[in-house]
């Protein structure tokens, strides 16, 4: 898992409540991702960090902030949670390989949002 | 829109056979496809990582190839195991004036059977 650590790995909420998922790793990574999963989707970007303090969005970043105040810990928070917010979230940070840079993810984690 | 379509959604084969995954994309400009393994309940595990000149890539029992004038890649997987058992997921590297950008299809379902 090249380290990374995704907590909590399930989290039940209610619907207009914040909620905050944290990514931690171990091996200094500049680059951190948050992916959201969904069925019929492919993997979409949500927001990226590229050094502390130096964070942007991604494709589907409506209703999710970040936050990278150390270089191991990302954190994404759901200001308002809504059920359209369902999902496994995955935490990613990669690495340069042969031919472009190799994602790592986390195991995930899976959001109900009722 | 840049688009990764994969084919089947889903396949079922016997252990031992062999089978390939299919990938067609949209994403102009090329940069790189990958391919990722994700076992049920983890996240996605770098296979291979193909760029424009390369048209064939192997891992272990994973060969995946690349026509970038079709624009077409497979995924074949020789001699099958139970532990094969998988959502395969095609990513498509974009390169462009508006940064760097990962398409990711929606994954084929691969059961192998005893």
């Known amino acids: 898992d090249a380290g990374i650590t995704q907590s909590p790995r399930h989290k039940v909420t209610e619907t207009g409540t914040p909620v905050t998922l944290r990514c931690h790793q171990t091996?200094?990574?500049?680059?951190m991702y948050w992916y959201r999963q969904d069925p019929g989707h492919g993997l979409r970007l949500i927001h990226y960090?590229?050094?502390?303090?130096?964070?942007d969005k991604g494709e589907v970043s409506d209703g999710y902030s970040v936050s990278r105040s150390k270089t191991e810990d990302f954190l994404l928070t759901l200001e308002s949670a809504t059920s359209s917010q369902t999902s496994v979230y995955f935490c990613?940070?990669?690495?340069?390989?042969?031919?472009?840079?190799?994602?790592?993810f986390g195991s995930g984690t899976q959001l109900s949002v009722l | 829109k840049n688009q990764v379509e994969q084919s089947p959604q889903s396949l079922i084969i016997l252990e031992g056979k062999n089978c390939t995954l299919q990938?067609?994309?949209?994403?102009?400009?090329?940069?790189?496809l990958r391919w990722y393994k994700q076992d049920t309940g983890r996240g996605p595990v770098s296979l291979t990582i193909?760029?424009?000149?390369?048209n064939t890539k192997s891992n272990g029992r994973y060969t995946a190839t690349l026509d970038a004038d079709t624009k077409q890649s497979s995924l074949h997987i020789t001699a099958s195991q139970l532990s094969d058992s998988a959502s395969y997921i095609c990513?498509?590297?974009?390169?462009?004036?508006?940064?760097?950008?990962?398409?990711f299809g929606k994954g084929t379902s691969l059961l192998v059977t005893p």
């Open positions: 990613a940070i990669s690495e340069l390989a042969t031919g472009g840079e190799k994602l790592f």
């Open positions: 091996e200094n990574h500049r680059y």
């Open positions: 960090s590229y050094g502390v303090k130096d964070t």
């Open positions: 990938c067609n994309y949209t994403v102009s400009p090329f940069s790189n």
């Open positions: 193909m760029t424009f000149s390369e």
């Open positions: 990513v498509v590297g974009l390169n462009s004036n508006s940064g760097y950008a990962l398409n």
